[in-house]
């Protein structure tokens, strides 16, 4: 084994599912060896598949049950983790500036310090993009972080214990929910809370009824919901969700987020006492600013086909915080889970062949498709790719069987297959013992 004290120093910023999986595959080829130092840097203590939070924020998975510990996992793998926010780059030191972090009552837990690498790979990922809608900020909840995800099930259960204890009639937001932006989020948003407020109800709340008093509401700009997708895919979860006397609202582009209700160019006013913004991505405003470093008007790192940013050949970035070409294609990589999944593959070797001393080979985008999940009503779906010879649609219960999967694939790349079987087993003979939804 090499000495660790002069092994190279490989730092990854941003421990979201294409980070964590890096620096697990990093750690245990090149920190189980000596051959690298491996260091993860994330601002929480624990890791969740973002692709889930919309569970979360129904109430039909519990956050405790999936929480990964970064500290456990680079134990268990050979990587070091640190706890802190990234808020600046000294480039020419090699050094990463971590703000301080404090605890629960607001006293100073580890001061500001600097991280030294040799190669620094940034996946800070992405939050919602309001536009500067007014009100969005202090009216619209968001779903990027787990604790945004918690703060809405909780509004969202107590809103239903207040209905249901008042003796007034309801006012005309009360128990109504908009969510604006119908794309992935939005949609599967919708289809599980439709399923999980009606299981909450179930639990003794017997003065509210779900299908008069209860209303979602779908708002996109877009002339369609799930516009990236294909249109077939998007007229079929459409009709599902009138389906289930979800309103969807298409063509409409929110102008207002107030405390009772959202309103549209057109000059709709849609009443909610709680409103969802799951429109748009943009990258951490602190990345416009970091060492020079190229960024476009989304603050994404601008990089190139190898994953290098443009400017500093010693700093990669990818997933949702970075802009990499798509050759043969007018747009960028999307941001996608899929995407972040197959750079973490890519970096993992290519890092190995940088330190050997050996070229950096350009990364090359497969897209395999897209899934949308509308809980235990549906999932519809598209698989491209050459052995298809095309594109194949999908729908029901074999869609929804390779949407669990890419949960597991990720699960698989962080823990190894027999942990994973064991622990999809555990899961299935606790839920026979538990509430269908979470009830706090």
Known sequence: MGNMADAHHIVIVGGGAGGLELATRLGDTLGRRGRARVTLVDRSRTHLWKPLLHEFAAGSMDLDHHALNYLAQARWHHFRFRLGEMDGLDRKRKVVSAAPTHDEDGRELIPRREIP???????????????????????????????????????????????????????????????????????????????????????????????????????????????????????????????????????????????????????????AELTVWAAGIMAPGFLKDLGGLETNRLNQLVVRETLETTRDPDIFAFGDCASCPWPGHERVVPPTAQAAHQQASHLARMLSRRIAGEPVKPWRYRDFGSLVSLGEYSTVGSLMGALLGGTLFIEGLFARLMYVSLYRMHLYALHGLAKVVLDTLAKIITRRTEPRVKLH
């Open 117 to 271: 690498y040799d190669t620094l790979v940034i996946a800070v990922g992405s939050h919602t993009n309001d536009f500067g809608t007014p009100g969005a900020r202090e009216h619209a909840l968001s779903l990027d972080m787990p604790e945004q995800a918690e703060r809405f099930h909780k509004r969202l259960v107590n809103a239903c214990i207040r209905a249901n204890a008042q003796r007034e009639p309801l006012r005309p937001e009360q128990l109504k929910v908009a969510i604006i932006g119908a794309g992935a989020t939005g949609v599967e948003l919708a289809a599980e809370l439709h399923k999980t407020t009606r299981e909450l109800v179930a639990y003794g709340l017997d003065k509210i009824d779900p299908e008069k008093d209860m209303q979602l509401t779908l708002i996109e700009a877009a002339p369609r919901i799930l516009p990236a997708v294909p249109e077939r895919l998007s007229k079929a979860a459409e009709k599902l969700l009138r389906g289930l006397n979800v309103r969807v609202l298409t063509g409409e582009r929110v102008t207002e987020v107030a405390a009772t209700g959202v309103v549209t160019a057109s000059g709709k006013r849609v009443p």
